[in-house]
């Protein structure tokens, strides 16, 4: 069985703080994908990166980063010089070759001025 | 291109009422899922299909129905509302399954009285 957790529920920081967002995954697969998601103010589901279980690179993207370590089963991820606009509903996923992708329960970012 | 459009925006519906939560994509894309987003629960899958005439069940497909007549088309239909139904719909569609990102919709906020 696949699943993701989310240990982080809710996230208040101050502008400009750095925050990492932390998602375990547990699977029995040697392939499967990692996925993070955003989900503003505004409910839409927008894609933020894909990683894949053969690939262990770290990865930034402007402020963002992430970190994945099979060994840890992880895929964290940063936000440096957090912005009002961070504020939103992260998701981590998980899937394998299938159909399926398994969400994790979301860390609701919080970002004030 | 429109990506993954959904209607309606909004329903109210009351126990046992039936209707069809519209769902249609023009990236040409096999493969469409419907997810139920309840508060504290992440996205879970009811529905799910590999492509035009070929459909089956997620994680939650009690009480919902689904067709898959046309590649763009996706409809997820209720067939006897009940309050436990009360959720944010999304539709999503992608190249394929495992690797490739979900394009997610706007979503459809349901809610059965």
């Known amino acids: 069985a696949q699943k993701v957790t989310q240990a982080q529920t809710e996230i208040s920081v101050v502008e400009k703080e750095d925050v990492t967002l932390d998602c375990v995954y547990e699977t029995r697969d040697t392939t499967y994908y990692l996925f993070w998601y955003k989900q503003p103010p505004s409910g839409e589901l927008v894609f933020l990166i894909r990683r894949n279980s053969f690939d262990e690179q770290n990865e930034i993207s402007g402020r963002y980063s992430w970190n994945f370590q099979k060994s840890t089963s992880s895929f964290n991820f940063t936000i440096t010089a957090s912005q009002v606009v961070d504020s939103a509903v992260y998701f981590c996923?998980?899937?394998?070759?299938?159909?399926?992708?398994?969400f994790g329960k979301g860390t609701s970012l919080l970002v004030t001025p | 291109n429109a990506g993954v459009t959904q209607t309606p925006k909004f329903q109210v519906l009351k126990t046992g009422q039936s209707m069809t939560l519209q769902c249609a994509q023009d990236?040409?894309?096999?493969?469409m899922s419907w997810y139920r987003q309840d508060p504290g629960m992440g996205l879970r899958l009811i529905h799910y299909s590999v492509g035009a005439g070929i459909t089956d069940q997620g994680e939650v497909p009690n009480g919902y129905n689904v067709s898959r007549s046309t590649t763009e088309d996706f409809p997820l239909r209720l067939l006897s509302a009940a309050p436990s139904q009360t959720s944010v719909y999304f539709c999503?569609?992608?190249?394929?399954?495992?690797?490739?990102?979900?394009?997610f919709g706007p979503g459809t906020r349901l809610t059965v009285t």
């Open positions: 996923a998980l899937s394998n070759s299938g159909y399926a992708l398994n």
């Open positions: 999503a569609s992608s190249r394929g399954t495992g690797a490739y990102e979900q394009y």
């Open positions: 990236m040409n894309h096999e493969y």
